[in-house]
């Protein structure tokens, strides 16, 4: 190992002798902008080649802590390494107005190249080969004829988890957003229980799975997913995972009618909706779920309110007030808000399976059948005029 990180260490010598003869020029204030630009940017890449010829060989994550920290990186930065990757327990952050110096600009370079390949590494790990069966079902993941029940028999009835993970590394979006693999999958894993608590026939983990994919599909065959920021991606697919999240397995007027608990929580308004979000939003308040850890508050409070707009539009009762609020926006050529776009997007997946080839909708069909009958049978005798 000690004879790795000498190797290693030999290598770094021109990127950091290179970052120290730029920090000199700083520091006599002679200083060329465009030149430094371009030195950083040529450091990054040898930076980034020494990281990547060093991820083929197997050095343990507490040993690159390790000499991350002997190069001399922030105390802060170790510290969210650490707790990122390992099992030690971060450190409140101290807060500083000092303005960043070029030194920390250097070792923030470094650590992020870092991160990216630690991350690689990390869910590489994490997801050994596929089944056969899965791969082949993840290879339509694009087309609107995806089969999500197959995927769901392949992958042993976890077609959410799979197809969830499947989409967020596709997109890049866990080394972009810094989600931790341990809270990824405890939270997946959460959402399926939550989406099985009722044993619905429709509503279940497998309609989120196949209404996570169809806004997937809508997102790229569109091209407007090229018009999205990262964010507002993630923030789409998330709402799309968790939009009926422990749904009920009844109508909200079925709430309403019976005075349920949710009903009463949420003053009759998009009652089951209210709950998918509440409830989901519940579980990233546990620190081993919160895939959301790594995001700055400015983040978090606009991918929160991008989900909560989407799925309380899930509700059907909101229908035409979309789509003649869509219309209207198209008649006038008026600019259209991301998020109105987005909630419409994520209720257009939503009723989507009649569109689907007919073995799709056939089987969602019945499967809806089959939930309003029982909750038929749930209010008989007293409650029957508004099922
Ligand atoms: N009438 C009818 N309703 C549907 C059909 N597909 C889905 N829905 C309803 O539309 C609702 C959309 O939101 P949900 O997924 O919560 O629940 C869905 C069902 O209640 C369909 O084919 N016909
Ligand atoms: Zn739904």
Redesign the pocket.
Known sequence: MAELVRIRKKRLQIPISRLRSMLKQLEEKDVDFEEIKKNLDFTASLLEAVYLDGSRQCLESEDDLQQLQSDGVPSEVTDWLASTFTQRVRRPVRRSDEKPKFRSIVHAVQAGIFVERMFKRAYTAAMPDQPAEVVKCLRDVDRWSFDVFALNAASSDHALQTLFFELITRYELNSRFKIPISCLTEFLSAVERGYCKHNNP??SHV?AAD?TQTLHCLLLRSGLVHWLTELEVMAALFAAAI??YE?TGT?NNFHIHTKSEFALIYNDRSV??SHHLSAAFRLLQNDQMNIFINLTREEWMELRSLVIEMVLS???SSHLLQVKAMKSCLQQQERIDKSKALSLLL?TA??S??SKPWVL?SR??KA?ME??FRQRGRAWPTLLSFV
């Open positions: 429709y509503h309609h209404v939009h009926d749904h109508t089951q909706e899930t509700d059907m209720h939503d009723i399976h009649p909708h969602w069909t809806l939930e309003f």
